[in-house]
């Protein structure tokens, strides 16, 4: 039988994203209600290397369900990507008696959380990214809420666009992954999108496309640009030349990753930490929390980052016929 875990700890790692502190709430409190330790790890795994871990209870996590960022703080280590980094932070761990770990964050944080687990401290992923390009799962705490800020952007950006007749192209976080690209472009009815999963690069085809939807008589014309792909200013340049038509860049960056979380990424965070903890209590570790076919459900580690996602090819054809 697994030995019973007393004392765990919880870090945010990466990019931080909306609901990040609904899933640590969740976390130190079905931790608590079950009469488990909190630590809490500060600045993820740069933090746990620095022994900046502080004592969580209920209170820790007061007043902090609506609030955008991550209450433990996050960062990048390179320290930690090296064997002996990974090391140190399970000798660490062990020190302050964590036996249990969860690990808020991307496929990156997920290898040092695989690297830990080797080391034996049971450790659970749960998928934190705006990006939404954990293979393994559905739904990333933080998504919904980056696709909603970034669409009432986008709908602010069209109405002046629209007033002056012109091209506009907006810029969407989502690193290599154009899923934050394909639903904006969905929900503000864009008249292109480019993902870095399906741009061939075929400039002169788009600004045939901007002339053609002139001729039909549009007045603007969004095209939604993923990050992976990137060069909007230099491109607006282009087809502005090409075009004749005026021809605008704007490139939303971080403001898509804060503010206050959207009801459902609260309420899948708080489930997700939640079901964390159950992981922990029954002796799991190396595993990652998922939403999946409408479940929250957890796969091992190894098995979600061999996992390959794409851009689902229906939502992708429909949008080039939404946008005539
Ligand atoms: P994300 O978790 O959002 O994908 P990163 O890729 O930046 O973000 O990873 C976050 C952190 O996770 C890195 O700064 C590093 O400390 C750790 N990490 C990433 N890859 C590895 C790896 N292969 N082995 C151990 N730790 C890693
Ligand atoms: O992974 C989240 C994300 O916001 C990506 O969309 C983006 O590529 C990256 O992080 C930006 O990272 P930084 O905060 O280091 O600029």
Not at 46 to 75: F, H, P, W
Not at 113 to 141: E, H, R, V
Request: charged share 25%; with cysteine.
């Amino acid at each position: 039988m697994a030995k019973e875990i007393k004392t765990i700890g919880i870090l945010t790692s990466g990019g931080d994203a909306p609901g990040m502190n609904a899933a640590t709430r969740a976390v130190v409190r079905n931790a608590i209600a079950h009469g488990l330790k909190v630590k809490g790890i500060m600045k993820g795994y740069q933090g746990l290397l620095n022994e900046e871990i502080i004592d969580m209870d209920a209170r820790s996590v007061s007043d902090t369900i609506q609030k955008g960022g991550t209450i433990l703080y996050t960062a990048r280590c390179a320290e930690f990507r090296t064997p002996e980094g990974q090391k140190k932070g399970a000798d660490i761990c062990k020190k302050h008696g964590i036996e249990g770990l969860v690990v808020i964050g991307g496929d990156g944080s997920f290898q040092g959380a695989q690297k830990l687990a080797a080391l034996g401290i049971n450790t659970i992923g749960l998928p934190g990214t705006i990006d939404l390009d954990i293979a393994c799962t559905d739904y990333t705490i933080g998504f919904d809420t980056a696709v909603n800020t970034a669409m009432e952007a986008i709908d602010k950006v069209r109405d002046t666009s629209t007033s002056h007749e012109r091209c506009s192209i907006i810029e969407v976080m989502g690193r290599n992954a154009g899923y934050i690209a394909l639903w904006c472009g969905i929900a503000n009815g864009a008249e292109d999108i480019l993902l870095p999963e399906r741009y061939d690069n075929d400039e002169q085809k788009l600004i045939n496309n901007i002339i053609q939807n002139r001729k039909k008589g549009k007045k603007h014309h969004i095209i939604i640009n993923a990050e992976g792909i990137g060069h909007s200013t230099s491109m607006a340049k282009r087809i502005e030349a090409a075009t004749g038509i005026e021809t605008r860049a704007t490139i939303l960056g971080h403001m898509q990753r804060g503010g206050s979380p959207t009801c459902k990424d609260r309420v899948y965070a708080s489930i997700m930490g939640a079901y964390a903890v159950d992981l922990l209590r029954e002796g799991k570790s190396n595993r990652v929390v998922a939403y999946k076919n409408g479940k929250f459900v957890d796969f091992d580690i190894d098995e979600a980052l061999a996992m390959k996602k794409d851009i689902d090819e229906y939502q992708y054809t429909i949008s080039k016929n939404l946008a005539r």
